[in-house]
Nanobody, 120 residues
Framework: QVQLVESGGDLAQPGGSLSLSCVASGRIFSISDMGWYRQAPGKQRELVARISSGNSAIYADSVRGRFTISRDNAKKTVFLQMNNLKPEDTAVYYC??????????????WGQGTQVTVSS
């Protein structure tokens, strides 16, 4: 069984920084894209950033230039460095990954979410 476990969510002040991590574990043959999504109260879940196995990244316009996504393939981990945080970044952040448990089968997996609150 594959699991994604996030960590690093916290309370931060506007202009501050936080770093999120997400580790994949379980029966894993390969991992392709990994990413971060977020969901604020009363809003739909939205893409924050995604990164391919070859380290090609895309970002939401709202976070480009402030957030950086990276990954460590050997450790099956994806990171999100968040700088210059704004109150509108407040949300539950979810890790997502496309994981093959065999060479012939795979699925999208989600973590349980980690709360990021930006407030003075």
């Amino acid at each position: 069984q594959v699991q994604l476990v996030e960590s690093g969510g916290d309370l931060a002040q506007p202009g501050g920084s936080l770093s999120l991590s997400c580790v994949a574990s379980g029966r894993i043959f390969s991992i392709s894209d990994m990413g971060w999504y977020r969901q604020a109260p009363g809003k739909q879940r939205e893409l924050v950033a995604r990164i391919s196995s070859g380290n090609s990244a895309i970002y939401a316009d709202s976070v480009r230039g402030r957030f950086t996504i990276s990954r460590d393939n050997a450790k099956k981990t994806v990171f999100l460095q968040m700088n210059n945080l704004k109150p509108e970044d407040t949300a539950v952040y979810y890790c997502n990954a496309d994981i093959n448990d065999t060479p012939f089968s795979g699925a999208k997996y989600w973590g349980q979410g980690t709360q990021v609150t930006v407030s003075s």
